[in-house]
């Protein structure tokens, strides 16, 4: 398996435009969460889906953000509009349901808006 | 949720016992411990977890107190590459998913 894949790697964006993340999470793989990592606030879980559905969203900022997952390959995390201050890195990471199980990381998606 | 502390910074010298502390002293008895790394501009990557027995693999060793109030990560032969942030996590109770990420431990390692 060639692990979690996000996509894009890099994203610079205006103000006020739509941004969508994607993500493949590893196949098989139960539970599939969104984090953002910022130098202020170091990794932030946003959401997590527990078989293609959304488990905790508390750590969403706010309206703007949104996420989804239509099936178990793959995952979109959206803003709009967007705002320099949700420029950061966001990961999506996958695990297998087992309680102990270890979570798998994708590179991230650094996202720049101007 | 069991929360952890560790300190900010540490150096080690390559080819040393890299020896990086946690404490969890609210740790539930069914929590486990989990260690992860993230070297610069990369995701983070596992490298462990323990619930009461100390545990070994390929990429380091865990060390937890009898009363599973600290934890100790032990990276054997420190390297270069091993120079990264690592955080000590303990699993939410209750919950078979979520992992929270502290402020971690940058570690420094020095030729």
């Known amino acids: 398996d060639a692990g979690v894949i996000q996509s894009p790697r890099h994203e610079v964006t205006e103000m006020g435009q739509e941004v969508t993340l994607r993500c493949k999470p590893i196949?098989?793989?139960?539970?599939l969460f969104w984090y953002r990592q910022t130098m202020m606030r170091g990794l932030e879980l946003l959401i997590y889906?527990?078989?293609?559905?959304?488990?905790?969203d508390s750590g969403m900022p706010e309206d703007r953000f949104s996420a989804k997952m239509p099936n178990a390959s793959f995952s979109t995390l959206k803003i709009q509009p967007s705002e320099p201050r949700d420029s950061a890195v966001y990961f999506c990471?996958?695990?297998?349901?087992?309680?102990?199980?270890?979570?798998?990381f994708g590179q991230g998606t650094r996202l720049t808006v101007v | 949720d069991a929360k952890t502390t560790q300190p900010p910074s540490m150096d080690c010298a390559e080819g040393r016992a890299a020896n990086l502390p946690c404490n969890h002293s609210?740790?539930?008895?069914?929590?486990?411990v989990y260690w992860y790394r993230q070297i610069h501009s990369q995701g983070p990557q596992y490298i462990i977890h323990?619930?009461?027995n100390n545990e070994t693999n390929e990429m380091a060793s865990l060390i937890i107190t009898e009363d599973r109030k600290s934890s100790t990560l032990i990276l054997p032969h420190a390297t270069l590459r091993d120079t990264a942030v690592y955080y000590c996590?303990?699993?939410?109770?209750?919950?078979?998913?979520?992992?929270?990420f502290g402020q971690g431990t940058t570690l420094q390692v020095k030729p």
């Open positions: 996590i303990v699993r939410v109770s209750g919950n078979t998913g979520k992992l929270i």
């Open positions: 609210t740790i539930s008895g069914n929590e486990y």
């Open positions: 990471a996958s695990s297998p349901g087992d309680f102990g199980a270890e979570a798998f």
């Open positions: 889906f527990n078989n293609n559905v959304p488990i905790d």
């Open positions: 323990g619930l009461k």
């Open positions: 196949s098989g793989h139960d539970y």
